[in-house]
């Protein structure tokens, strides 16, 4: 069993590292709070794989409660990062088009015509 624990130590471990590696060169934000919601999964792992051998249950609830934590870290970072002014949250104000509701807008068709709105 021993050999088997190691091995998934391993794993977790190479884990560790993949998620420090995307939480230093993450592109945005979102990507660096997805390899942080790894770290701290592959935390608790971790925790639930060395509390068997080492007969530990208090590692069973240390786990525990850094999932409690991971889970209040999501809702910290959604709440800070969503942006509802609509009420609705499904728009996303990066690609949304700011004339769409605007039918007297005049706007540029991709063969290079004026359209008066109706596209």
Not at 12 to 36: E, K, V
Not at 48 to 64: C, E, G, N, R, T
């Amino acid at each position: 069993m021993t050999g088997g624990v190691s091995a998934i130590g391993l794993v977790l471990l190479a884990s560790l590292g993949l998620g420090l590696l995307r939480i230093w060169r993450g592109p945005g934000f979102a990507d660096r709070m997805l390899a942080a919601q790894l770290l701290g999964s592959t935390g608790i792992a971790i925790l639930l794989v060395l509390a068997v051998p080492f007969d530990q249950p208090a590692l069973h609830d240390v786990a525990l409660v850094l999932a409690m934590l991971a889970l209040l870290v999501v809702l910290a970072f959604v709440a800070r990062v969503w942006d509802d002014e609509d009420g609705l949250g499904d728009k996303d104000s990066r690609h949304a088009d700011p004339t769409a509701d605007d039918p007297g807008h005049r706007r540029t068709t991709t063969n290079g015509k004026r359209s008066h709105g109706c596209s």
